[in-house]
């Protein structure tokens, strides 16, 4: 029966199903290069290091339960055992494929039962009564059994799938070469193992684009194979920033011009799917942040650490760079950072903002004791907010022109909260602060860009203080520079972050930091137009939009 | 000789009505109060040396033979507008805040200092030991005393009594004059400092009056590699060129900021990672946020306008640092050190020599932009530098 095959065999099948194979004619050969993997349990180590290869990464190997040996015993046939049946996964996902298929076959109570006739019992149906089916349905191929008996539904949605070609699951001994392809009809797209990537591959990856200014369309991408360095992602949560939506409406920020169309999206986290060749760090089924900026050369920016300033830099959602507002989206994997356990992966996407405000707080010099002055208190403050009291400033003074927001800013821990009004006079409103503080700030972290505000800042400041410039206004300011100057209150402007995933990711998975409560709204990812328009109008704080189409949670 | 004949022009003092003209001299013989000038206020006879019992209980008294030396922009800036932003002439003043003198007379408390010593003058003294002056950075607090700085009074004078811990020993090879030249090195070494100049580091001056060069002969004493200065007049830059400049550049009012910075990084062959602006002149603040590199430096020593309008977002997204100074704080022993090793040579900055009786005509120089230092020499026993 299976002359001129080999077969590798874990140490969990029965020695009795190895000397079946061997009178059959089969030989024994090292899994790397036998045509079939028999297994009979997920979790032994020897079938465990399999699933943790590249190989089967790559599709190349795929694991069988060893009870299709056993069952091609019973019948005296190969023929008409459905080997697609038997495909054994890894232990990491064999819930998610129970959920879809219902009991593996080799989990059915007792291979002689008949299983009885109910559109709605959810029960295994043996294995010949599958195969018959299967014959009389598809293949004329010659069998081996009896065709009389009637078509029992079998267990779970096995019959369901979306895809219309799909085929019933017989696999030909003779055309058994590396046959993952022709098990897509038993792992529907919704099991993000690797043994379904063919079945993505098929499918969409519906992404996010920006054509022109004011044109948002969704469409379909194709979906990116990942260089050797590089790993693909499954995209689970992606931010709204302020800024997509400014290139939404004006088409452009500054010099960076949408010239083409381009994906947006880069405040984001997924799982990985697929790893490149020289990815060592990550594997199948991690869940990861994104940092969306990637260096592409080694310069004097990167050498000295501070490569954000690195005028190459790949960066999401930049014109001409894409971004990842998609399903599946391939990224440096040295930019990808795993998330633990207890850090969802909403979180995960919250490190985008939450790394401006870690990359300003730096840029300032917070630290213990310090006391801070933060004017805005949108998005950018509020995280700018978090990290400086997780510093450990003592005070923290915000302020805004909507006491709305002060009140969230209150939640979230600022110690005073002053409202403005257009047109307060910078000085007065310096004096108000200082006022409130008993002193004046050490350090102002100015999040607006409203050049009024820049003024207030910098009067409001203490000498030998600093101003961090956050928020971005008009090319030319009018400013008190040398109020400032004579102060030594030095003026510092941020761009973007460096260095800051790892530090955020410490922060959140120790609770020292909370940024749940940003989220305000979540769409799936196919109202993404809808979700744009929320932010454009300045509601809630952070819109999340879910990528996965599987997995809507936080 | 031929530095004297060089014209320069400076940059704040230029013309305006004198108001409140204060001169007080102290003055101790007869024949000296002949030479007095008519504006001259009520002129204290005294037959020793007069003590104010305001001063701090460390004080040190000094002698009359004092080198002075005159600061551009601020003491003739008082002398022609009676102010400097908020600092008000109400009172009589005396003028002068660059010395170095000898020690007559020494407080009780006073031990690391005796009579005959030679000593630079540092003129800032911090009243009390307040947050800034504990954490070393005594320039910034509030209530310090300084010479020349309304109401307090300067030591243009004969006899002057001093802080002794801010008096520094000079030692036996550096000059009086080096050492009354402290005052305005000290502004050079502050400022490279705050811009964090080191072995390396290429540097933009804008700017080649005393600051300017100060600012030049120190960032090459710290390492720099290149130095581009840049000025209105080609003959400052010169005495730039001669002070150890690598670039000289003669721009002119109405060039275009960012067509300067080009130039600049053309001539230096990159960007450079620290500019100094000794200017105060808004195109040319501008000009040195264009011209630095990302990631850098622009120190603003020259003062302007309160309000100025600079390309500040350019500076933010490339995360160029702009950082004020005021004044110094602990430089003097770094200049003495770098004086007496012979790493800096101030001696050519000196250009005019007056004695303290003639000291309008003194003023009346600088106020003309003549020259670059003005020195007067208090000691009419002993005018030498």
Not at chain 1, 255 to 280: C, I, N, Q, W, Y
Not at chain 1, 439 to 457: A, D, K, L, W, Y
Not at chain 2, 124 to 139: A, C, I, L, S, T
């Amino acid at each position: 029966m299976f002359r001129s095959k080999s077969a590798w065999f874990s140490g969990s099948v029965s020695q009795a199903c190895q000397n079946f194979w061997i009178s059959e004619g089969g030989i024994i050969a090292c899994w790397r290069k036998a045509d079939y993997l028999f297994s009979e349990d997920a979790t032994c180590p020897d079938t465990l290091r399999i699933f943790e290869s590249k190989d089967y990464l790559w599709n190349r190997v795929v694991v069988f339960h060893c009870l299709f040996l056993s069952t091609c015993e019973k019948r005296q046939s190969v023929k008409s055992v459905s080997i697609g049946h038997y495909v054994l996964p890894p232990a990491s996902v064999q819930d998610e494929v129970r959920n879809v298929v219902g009991r593996f076959i080799w989990e059915c109570e007792d291979e002689q039962s008949v299983a009885q006739a109910s559109p709605e019992s959810f029960r295994c149906q043996t294995e010949d009564e599958r195969s018959e089916g299967e014959i009389s349905r598809k293949y004329s191929k010659p069998s081996d059994t009896n065709s009389s008996e009637s078509k029992e539904p079998l267990c779970g949605p096995l019959w369901d799938y979306p895809t219309s070609n799909m085929l019933t699951g017989y696999i030909s001994m003779d055309n058994l070469q590396k046959y993952s392809g022709d098990l897509r009809d038993f792992h529907p797209s919704s099991l993000s193992s690797a043994l379904c990537l063919q079945l993505i591959m098929a499918q969409e990856n519906l992404s996010v684009v920006l054509h022109s200014k004011g044109d948002l369309r969704l469409e379909n991408r194709p979906v990116p194979e990942p260089g050797p360095n590089e790993v693909l992602l499954q995209m689970h949560s992606v931010g709204i920033c302020g800024s997509d939506v400014h290139y939404w409406q004006h088409g452009r920020i500054a010099d960076f011009v949408v010239t083409k169309p381009m994906v947006l999206g880069h405040e984001a986290s997924g799982r990985v799917v697929k790893v490149g060749s020289a990815v060592k760090h990550l594997k199948v089924g991690d869940r990861v942040a994104i940092e969306p900026g990637v260096p592409r050369e080694m310069d004097e920016f990167f050498k000295n650490g501070r490569y954000n300033l690195s005028p190459t830099i790949f960066f999401c959602a930049t014109p001409p760079d894409n971004g990842n507002l998609c399903r599946y989206y391939t990224h440096s994997a040295n930019f990808c950072y795993k998330l633990p356990d207890n850090v969802t992966f909403e979180e995960g996407a919250l490190i985008e903002p939450l790394s401006v405000g870690i990359h300003a707080c730096r840029r300032a010099g917070v630290t213990l004791g310090s006391t801070v002055l933060i004017c805005g208190a949108g998005p950018i403050g509020l995280v700018c907010l978090l990290v400086a009291k997780a510093m450990g400033a003592s005070k923290v003074v915000i302020t805004d022109l909507s006491s709305e927001r002060l009140t969230m800013a209150k939640e979230l821990g600022a110690d005073f909260q002053l409202t403005v009004k257009r047109g307060d006079v910078p000085q007065q409103l310096a004096k108000t602060v200082e006022d409130m503080l008993g002193t004046q700030p050490q350090i102002t972290i100015e999040c607006t860009g409203v050049e009024s505000s820049i003024q207030t800042g910098i009067y409001a400041t203490h000498a030998g203080g600093v101003v961090v410039l956050v928020g971005l206004g008009n090319e030319m300011a009018t400013i008190p520079l040398i109020n400032a100057a004579v102060r030594e209150v030095d003026i510092r402007g941020v761009f973007r972050y460096c260095n800051t995933w790892p530090m955020a990711i410490a922060m959140l998975a120790s609770g020292k930091v909370n940024v749940k409560p940003l989220v305000t709204h979540r769409f799936p990812l196919e109202q993404a137009v809808q979700a744009f328009e929320t932010t454009r109008q300045g509601l809630g704080i952070k819109v999340m939009l879910k990528c996965d189409q599987n997995d809507q949670k936080p | 000789a031929s530095v004297i004949q060089r014209l320069f022009v400076f940059g704040l003092c230029l013309s305006a009505s004198s108001s409140a003209f204060c001169l007080q001299l102290s003055v101790f013989s007869s024949s000296w109060r002949r030479k007095i000038s008519p504006w001259c206020c009520t002129p204290k006879e005294t037959s020793g040396w007069k003590i104010d019992p305001s001063r701090s209980q460390d004080l040190m008294r000094f002698c009359c033979r004092c080198t002075l030396l005159e600061s551009v922009g601020q003491t003739v800036h008082y002398w022609q507008h009676g102010r400097i932003a908020d600092f008000v002439v109400t009172k009589p003043m005396v003028l002068g805040h660059e010395a170095s003198g000898r020690v007559v007379k020494v407080g009780s408390a006073v031990k690391h200092l005796k009579v005959g010593d030679r000593v630079a003058i540092e003129p800032g003294v911090p009243r009390e030991m307040d947050e800034f002056f504990k954490n070393g950075r005594y320039n910034l607090s509030p209530t310090i005393f300084f010479c020349a700085t309304p109401p307090d009074n300067g030591n243009l004078c004969r006899y002057y009594t001093h802080s002794a811990n801010f008096c520094y020993k000079l030692p036996d090879n550096v000059t009086f004059e080096e050492g009354a030249l402290i005052e305005p090195l000290s502004v050079g070494i502050h400022a490279c400092r705050r811009a964090g100049v080191t072995l390396g580091s290429t540097v933009l001056i804008c700017g080649a009056g005393p600051i300017g060069l100060v600012c030049l002969l120190v960032a090459k004493a710290m390492g720099a590699s290149k130095v581009v200065i840049t000025d209105l007049s080609s003959e400052r830059l010169t005495m730039a060129k001669e002070l150890g400049a690598d670039f000289q550049l003669t721009v002119k009012r109405g060039d275009v900021p960012q067509q300067l910075a080009k130039t600049v990084e053309d001539m230096l062959g990159t960007q450079p990672q620290i500019t100094i602006e000794c200017t105060g002149v808004e195109s040319s603040i501008q000009t040195g946020i264009y011209a630095t590199h990302a990631g850098g430096v622009v120190v603003l020593v020259g003062l302007g306008n309160e309000m100025a309008t600079i390309p500040l977002i350019n500076a933010a997204v490339r995360e160029v640092d702009i950082r004020g100074v005021f004044r110094y704080c602990n430089t003097w022993p770094m200049a003495i050190a770098m004086l007496a090793s012979g790493k800096v040579n101030v001696k050519p900055l000196v250009t005019h020599r007056f004695p303290l009786e003639q000291a309008v005509q003194a003023f009346e120089t600088t106020r003309q932009g003549l020259g670059i230092k003005v020195m007067l020499k208090c000691d009419q026993n002993d005018q030498k530098p």
